[in-house]
């Protein structure tokens, strides 16, 4: 059973960084294309940031040279470090993964494994 599991949500001053975690167990790590997702209240869940097998990486537009997507395959551990945070970025982040793709497609829908979430919350 595939388990993902994420950390390193907090609530932060505006313009401060962050760093979420995401521990991945139940299946070989390294074939898995990941990504993170974001759902603030009210809205749909959005792509944030995907990470392939090899290591390649898009960001979404919102938080392209801001946020920035990698892995530690040793640890089988995704990590969204977030700088320069802004009120909007206020949501629920998830990870999630799929051991059967070689891209880095940002749409919920091809993904078929979630964590949990954690919260992160940027005050003004």
């Known amino acids: 059973q595939v388990q993902l599991v994420e950390s390193g949500g907090d609530t932060v001053q505006e313009g401060r960084s962050l760093r979420l975690s995401c521990a991945i167990s139940?299946?070989?790590?390294?074939?898995?294309?990941m990504a993170w997702f974001r759902q603030a209240p009210g809205k749909e869940r959005e792509g944030v940031a995907a990470?392939?097998?090899?290591?390649?990486?898009r960001h979404a537009g919102s938080v392209r040279g801001r946020f920035t997507i990698s892995k530690d395959n040793a640890k089988n551990t995704l990590y969204l470090l977030m700088g320069s945070l802004k009120p909007e970025d206020t949501a629920m982040y998830y990870c999630?993964?799929?051991?059967?793709?070689?891209?880095?497609?940002?749409?919920?829908?091809?993904?078929?494994?979630w964590g949990q979430g954690t919260q992160v919350t940027v005050s003004s």
């Open positions: 999630a993964a799929n051991p059967s793709i070689s891209s880095t497609p940002l749409d919920k829908s091809v993904y078929n494994y």
């Open positions: 139940g299946h070989p790590y390294s074939a898995y294309c």
């Open positions: 990470i392939d097998s090899d290591g390649n990486t």
